[in-house]
């Protein structure tokens, strides 16, 4: 089948513009170059992939699992069904989780990311800060395999742990950063969420804080004395999550909002002279 012909298939089974897109991805070309294409004949190989994932995407998977990866904060990361695929407004965590470690730790630092999942969260302090060591945790070693393969495709020199949340875990961290299951079990999410997107990853039992509960037990035996909190949180979870650790000395909470206004994150700063927010 000719570019032309493919293009068609597509647009009659899903939109233009994803037809287009996944065309462009498995050819290795950009926008343009496809559109100077259309008479090239493809090979049979590609054809068949490119029919196969057309057909995914009309059933609802996530572009993104199709595709087999996602541009997260300037870097390319791999997702599977192992891994929740990393959402825009946790990049505004990691934005203001940079801009708060420059701000008011001098380097070198140490950051553990609870629930890494891709690898996402960890791998892009990385890749943004020097004289940082990085560990990313997960329970599924199914996680631990994606964000191992991520560390690796992007060069970023990275530790890794199998456990649920604290149990093992030894040193003690400046930087502790999660988005963690924040889903209550009985809310209603999407289809496109809930029928692809690891349930493990997702819920975070009845009233969706059992996970940010663990963080808070095991927080000030493996946080320094001095240590930044950073969360991802629900937007209705606010108040909830600022509860957990209003009682730690010694500690400012800061909530931000994503650029949608819906409060979306938690920051737990403690012996830290917290200037502005
Ligand atoms: N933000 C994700 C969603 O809306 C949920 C991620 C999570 O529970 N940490 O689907």
Partial sequence: MTVEELISFG????????????????????????????DKKVDDKIC?????????????????????????YGNIFKVNKSVLIP???TEELVENTLK???????????????????????????????????????????????????????????????????????????VIISNPPYIRNDEEIEDIVRNNEPHLALYGGVDGLDLYRKIRDGLLEHAKDKFLLALEIGDLQKNDVINLFRDIPNTIIVAKRDMQGRDRMIFVFRNIDVIEE
């Fill in 87 to 89: 959402r825009f407004e």
């Fill in 11 to 38: 647009k009659s089974h899903i939109h233009k513009t994803q037809a287009e897109m996944l065309l462009a991805i498995l050819l290795d070309v950009n926008a343009l170059e496809l559109l100077l294409m259309l």
């Fill in 48 to 72: 068949e992939e490119y029919q196969e994932k057309v057909l995914l995407i009309k059933n609802n998977e996530p572009i993104q699992y199709v595709i087999g990866n996602v541009n997260f």
């Fill in 100 to 174: 708060y470690i420059k701000k008011y730790f001098p380097l070198p630092v140490n950051i553990i990311d609870l629930g890494t999942g891709s690898g996402a969260i960890g791998i892009s302090l990385k890749k943004k800060l020097e004289n940082v060591s990085v560990t990313l945790l997960d329970i599924s070693e199914k996680a631990l395999d994606v964000s191992r393969e991520n560390a690796n495709e992007l060069h970023a020199d990275v530790s890794f742990i199998q456990s649920d949340m604290w149990e093992n875990v030894s040193d003690k961290y400046d």
